[in-house]
């Protein structure tokens, strides 16, 4: 049971349109956590769940890419967005978030249809 990945033109149009499908909360990255600052909540890699991923290239620098997540937490009972920026400073993090998010990619990008699981 895969997703059907939407195509988007850009990073606002991803965003808008999750937002609409019921992904409202903003989220953060921060370091070890994600947070949803409004509600004053710090997920760690293990309270939430990816669904869905878009990767932009930056429009001058193809390096300056964009990964918009729409993030679900069941243990908080939300769903928002995470705009994770990849660039200079994102590689050198090796936190138990960033290994998350880089290994649902792989494995997304990799297997499909194949959830990781654990």
Request: aromatic share 10%; proline share 2%.
């Amino acid at each position: 049971m895969g997703i059907a990945m939407k195509t988007y033109n850009n990073l606002v149009e991803a965003t808008n349109d999750l937002m609409k499908r019921g992904y409202t909360e903003n989220l953060s990255l921060e370091g070890e956590t994600v947070d949803d600052k409004e509600k004053k909540i710090q997920m760690t890699a293990d309270d939430f769940e990816i669904d869905e991923f878009y990767r932009f290239e930056g429009a001058s620098n193809p390096d300056d890419m964009s990964i918009v997540y729409a993030v679900t937490s069941e243990k908080y009972n939300l769903k928002g967005v995470l705009v994770n920026a990849f660039g200079t400073y994102a590689n050198n993090s090796a936190s138990a978030i960033e290994a998350k998010l880089h290994h649902y990619q792989v494995s997304e990008h990799l297997h499909g249809e194949d959830r990781p699981t654990g």
